[in-house]
């Protein structure tokens, strides 16, 4: 019974970690095995009965009977006379069993023994919890906010693990408090030293993909499939549904009347503004919906260089470019192409490589990669418009607008 109380004794903490007692008590002989080799060398010569239905465990050392002061190894052997202490027939040669009880071993030895089972409980405990959450990798995942930091987000779950939702993982318009759920998916999962590090992302196209399956039936029963989605969290995103069964408008469906499917989608992405498109394996027609809420004239497509060349009316050009260029990069993100806008049907107008004289060829390149190709499109433009959409210097947009605008002065 003294042993059974001290092991009850160390496994006081197992109910908060959710350890089993069978786990607990294979976890027990292990760390009694080494206590047992680090205090007499050797731990080959120990039974350890252990008995998970009581929670008992008994440690017997067995050693060879020797002639009085002619033990070598105390571990291994044991004088005649201190056998027959234990039982007084024993003779010489013949093996003693002794029951080692754990307050015999020792204060520090037991307090040793203790860290080291904390230590293999918490190994344990951190291997599970890695293995249980990289299977869920990609999963959607709620969490409580426990924490906040200025990098990052401490969440918990009803379990009491800890997740991570780094700044650069959250949604730009984020703001949680103290007790608020947050969702989105269980991005990475990895383990640092023995502890588990567990991701969430809001930011991430999957966690788009994991709000349309719970959200929309049709999805979730894979009626409707998701051929790809693109994101620039909290801004703007595109996604490409298509389904087999022709009856089924997957756009609709996604949708729902007056938008009321995709709002909560919305709400969910703080005010995300989300493009649903039909998925076509006609790549000039998939190009030319990827450029929603744009009308395309016609484009030219290049294999071997993934790049399309779209022509729309003058009027049309800043809807395929988007704010701040939002919508031209999903759409090339989404077709797999990178994506030249020119204006048709423009008269008295000069296209922007006439100046390679006076402007460096980078910078004209800058300009074609938000559709603005032409003098005029340059020029009808606000200078802060320009930067914002080519991320070009101020000084640089400046001599542009001095040389364009002195061609048409002339």
């Known amino acids: 019974m003294e042993n059974l109380a001290l092991i009850d004794s160390f496994s006081e903490f197992k109910d908060d970690k ?10 027990l002989e292990d760390v009694f095995k080494n206590t047992l080799k680090r205090k007499f060398g050797s731990d080959e010569n120990f039974d350890i009965i252990i008995n998970p239905d009581k929670g ?7 050693r060879i009977v020797v002639e009085d002061g002619m033990v070598e190894d105390p571990n291994q052997e044991i004088e005649l006379k201190e056998a027959r202490m234990i039982e007084p027939d024993f003779e010489v040669g013949e093996d003693v069993s002794e029951e080692v009880k754990l307050v015999d071993l020792g204060r520090r030895t037991i307090q040793h023994l203790r860290q ?28 409580e906010v426990h924490h906040i930091r200025s990098r990052e987000i401490i969440l918990l779950d009803d379990d009491g693990n800890e997740i991570i939702l780094p700044k650069d993982r959250q949604i730009p318009s984020d703001f ?25 992302s809001r930011t991430s196209p999957i966690f788009l993909e994991k709000l349309f399956e719970q959200e929309i039936p049709e999805v979730f029963d894979g009626l409707i499939t998701i051929k790809k989605a693109v994101r620039i969290p909290g801004e703007k995103a595109k996604v490409a549904v298509d389904s087999y069964d022709d009856r ?40 030319a919906r990827a450029l929603s809420p744009a009308k395309v004239n016609s484009l030219k497509i290049n294999e071997e260089t993934k790049r399309v060349e779209v022509f729309l009316n003058p009027e049309e050009v800043s809807k395929a470019i988007g704010k701040g260029g939002t919508n031209i990069r999903l759409a090339g993100k989404l077709t797999g192409y990178e994506i030249d806008v020119f204006r048709e049907g423009v008269e008295e107008d000069i296209e922007l490589k006439e100046f390679s004289d006076e402007i ?15 003098a005029k ?24 607008l001095r040389i364009l605008k002195e061609e048409f002065e002339e």
Not at 261 to 279: A, K, M, P, T
Not at 360 to 374: A, P, R
Request: glycine share 8%; proline share 1%; aromatic share 6%.
């Open 18 to 27: 959710l350890i089993d007692r069978v786990t607990l008590m294979v976890i």
């Open 56 to 62: 008992d465990l008994e440690i017997w050392r067995n």
């Open 116 to 143: 080291n089972l904390v230590a293999k409980i918490f190994e344990h405990d951190s291997t599970t919890i890695f293995k249980q959450f990289k299977d869920r990798e990609g999963d959607l995942y709620t969490a």
């Open 176 to 200: 949680f408090r103290k007790g608020d759920n947050v969702r989105g998916i269980i991005e990475t999962v990895e383990l640092r030293g023995n502890k588990p590090r567990i991701i969430l």
């Open 248 to 287: 089924i408008d997957p756009v609709g469906a996604c949708v729902g009347m007056k938008g009321s499917r995709i709002h909560g989608i919305v709400r969910e992405l703080g005010n995300e503004n989300i493009d649903v498109i039909n998925y076509t394996n006609n790549l000039q027609l998939f190009i």
């Open 360 to 374: 460096e060829g980078w910078i004209i390149e800058e300009f074609k990669k938000v559709g603005l190709d032409t």
């Open 377 to 400: 499109s340059i020029l009808e433009l606000e200078k802060t418009d320009l930067i914002k959409r080519t991320d070009l210097e101020e000084e640089t947009v400046d001599d542009v």
